[in-house]
């Protein structure tokens, strides 16, 4: 295998870096549910504007597993997939951002435009372009960061920020677009249903917002200890007996945060909203998902439902900062470092339950 030297070098701190870059690499594929295959394929040159990375770290989450499971709109397949990494700077495309050669960088998946109608008012999140050139094929030795990412969205990533901890950037970034979302005026008591790697971002995250009473109820043993360890209280294990069996339906809260995904999560996050009460519907569903909401509660008793999806690049910023500050527990929320050929079992993993989030080593 022919290998060659990237064509510039970066001197930090007095040490020469070279990012060797190998002609060809490996990128897993998604071909179908449940079939990834790991390709060689040449080494891409950066064109006008992109970054090529060596790729440090990609994080196998939910929605890996449900692209594996069951096939994700936003996914192609048969394609290359993965969109939470870091990297180190291989190679800079012309008139790229400054980068240097060597530099360790983190990043997100996407971004917006900033010149449509919907960018100009603030909701970046929602531009038709957000998605345009999207990052996907994190899984893999090398990563080409698209120009508008690179240009908006790709960062630099400090020497004591683990890779792994750095692709947290992007859940990161949707927790804190759904926390922002929500007028904390007069919440005092909150509940997070659904206890993955996403609703215990939001519990570490709560007490940023809120002084509220924070709960909690989820069904895997691993996130109801972790929300213990991140003083949600109580926390219900609704696995075998359901909230209702544990919780008289008179037990409302101001905010609801739905992270399971499933639409009865939908609906029972509704169900617990109390009068004036505000439910964050975080947890994507099927599309063809029917949402049944008690229409006298929801004009009568004035209860707000908010969507959430994705992040705007304000989004993005902030959960950079919380990243930085070193404030968040973030060992917990990755339960081990698999190689790009177990990429398969990290997901069925997943699937199964057994932790919430696996990083991947491409060169493992
Ligand atoms: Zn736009």
């Given amino acids: ?17 070279l990012v060797t870059v190998p002609s ?3 990128v897993a594929y998604l071909l179908a549910p449940g079939r990834i295959e790991l390709r060689r394929l040449p080494t891409a040159q950066p064109a006008e504007g992109q970054v090529l990375l060596r790729v440090d770290r990609a994080l196998a989450g939910g929605t890996d597993r449900k692209a594996f499971a069951r096939g994700h709109p936003m996914i192609p397949m048969p394609g290359p997939f993965g969109h939470r990494y870091a990297g180190t700077v291989a190679a800079l495309g012309p008139g790229a951002p400054a980068f240097e050669v060597g530099q360790p960088v983190m990043g997100v998946h996407s971004a917006p435009c900033l010149a449509c ?10 531009c038709p372009d957000v998605m345009k050139e999207k990052v996907l094929g994190a899984f893999a030795q090398q990563l080409c960061v698209p120009a508008a990412v690179a240009r908006h969205n790709l960062f630099p990533r400090p020497d004591w920020l683990s890779p ?18 929500i007028d904390w005026a007069g919440v005092e008591r909150v509940l997070v249903l659904g206890l993955g790697a996403m609703g ?6 709560l007490p940023h917002y809120t002084t509220a009473e924070r709960a909690g109820a989820g069904r895997r043993s691993a996130g109801l200890e972790l929300a213990r ?28 945060i739905e992270c399971t995904g ?19 519907l975080f947890g994507g569903v099927p599309r063809d998902a029917v949402f049944a909401p008690d229409t006298y509660r929801l004009h009568y008793e004035e209860i707000r439902v908010l969507g959430s999806f994705h992040f705007a690049p304000r989004d993005v910023a902030k959960a950079r900062e919380f990243l930085l500050s070193g404030d968040l527990e973030l060992d917990p929320m990755i339960n081990g470092c698999l190689p790009l050929s177990q990429l398969p079992e990290a997901l069925r993993r997943l699937e199964a339950g057994e932790g919430i989030q696996y990083a991947i080593d491409p060169w493992m």
């Fill in 117 to 126: 109608d919907l960018c100009r008012k603030g909701r970046q999140h929602m």
């Fill in 229 to 256: 360890c991140f003083d949600l209280r109580p926390v219900w294990d609704i696995g075998e007996r359901s909230l209702a069996e544990q919780l008289p339906t008179s037990e409302r809260f101001d905010c609801v």
């Fill in 1 to 17: 295998m022919g290998r060659r030297t990237a064509p510039r070098t970066a001197a930090k701190h007095g040490i020469l870096v």
């Fill in 262 to 280: 499933r639409i009865e999560g939908w609906q029972q996050a509704f169900e617990r909203a109390a009068p004036g009460g505000q439910v964050l």
């Fill in 200 to 205: 215990l971002f939001f519990a570490q995250l």
């Fill in 164 to 181: 792994e901890h750095a692709a947290l950037l992007e859940p990161l970034a949707c927790v804190v677009h759904g926390l922002e979302l």
């Fill in 24 to 26: 060809v690499h490996t």
